[in-house]
């Protein structure tokens, strides 16, 4: 069965260090998202992807993080300059298209840790 | 932007018993309704969704649940779990048409089996 994979699994950075979290979607997916969940709290959107751009992003997704499709099957999320509170796990999601697009299928996740 | 509540933040129940996690939603549009399972160091699994049709969708591992429009709920039973259903239970729900597709997410619900 496709699934969505995500590299690495677990990565420390030093505050203020650029990261950058790579997926790659389902093969024949649309649409690429990412996700994060702070420990202990419940999972929050930040940014969809569709056709070569951010279709939405919501509030959390500010001018330090950015996404980008680099070749037919990258997804990567990078944050610029590391905050404390950027610690999280990142999840990754795919959908396709027509209503299924509405069906997402998650990564294993990426757990961020900023010391 | 959605509100998604799961009142349950854990829920313990004995082997073989039935259980009901809730989930309500505070949209006054139309939405698709979602459950998601992750267990423990994983990422999130579909367990099961409604897109349209039937309100009693059938999901994987013998899980069900109902799609209640006029209270806005979509609460997930299984008639007898399991020890391996200990896990943490998420509903999401994603507006419909939407813009970017993203979705909202409970809190979760924390499953424990005990045997």
């Known amino acids: 069965e496709p699934e969505v994979t995500q590299t690495p699994s677990h990565q420390v950075t030093q505050m203020g260090q650029e990261v950058i979290l790579r997926c790659v979607p389902i093969?024949?997916?649309?649409?690429f998202y990412w996700y994060r969940q702070i420990l202990g709290q419940k999972v929050e959107f930040l940014v969809s992807?569709?056709?070569?751009?951010?279709?939405?992003k919501s509030e959390i997704f500010d001018d330090q993080f950015s996404v980008e499709r680099p070749d037919g099957s990258n997804f990567t999320l990078k944050i610029r300059s590391t905050k404390l509170e950027d610690s999280a796990m990142y999840f990754c999601?795919?959908?396709?298209?027509?209503?299924?697009?509405?069906?997402?299928?998650f990564g294993p996740g990426t757990r961020l840790t900023v010391t | 932007a959605q509100s998604v509540t799961q009142l349950d933040s854990q829920v313990p129940v004995f082997e073989e018993a039935p259980v009901e996690l809730r989930c309500n939603y505070s949209?006054?549009?139309?939405?698709?309704l979602f459950w998601y399972v992750q267990y423990p160091n994983q990422g999130l699994q579909l367990l099961l969704k409604?897109?349209?049709?039937?309100?009693l969708v059938k999901g994987i591992n013998g899980f069900e649940a109902e799609f209640n429009k006029s209270q806005t709920s979509f609460h997930l039973r299984k008639p007898s779990v399991h020890i391996s259903d200990t896990a943490e239970y998420f509903c999401?729900?994603?507006?419909?048409?939407?813009?970017?597709?993203?979705?909202?997410f409970g809190t979760g619900t924390s499953l424990t089996v005990i045997p």
């Open positions: 409604y897109l349209s049709g039937s309100t």
């Open positions: 093969s024949n997916h649309l649409y």
């Open positions: 949209s006054s549009v139309s939405v698709y």
């Open positions: 999401a729900v994603s507006e419909v048409p939407g813009t970017g597709n993203q979705f909202y």
């Open positions: 999601a795919s959908s396709g298209t027509g209503t299924a697009a509405y069906e997402q299928y």
């Open positions: 992807f569709y056709n070569n751009e951010i279709s939405e």
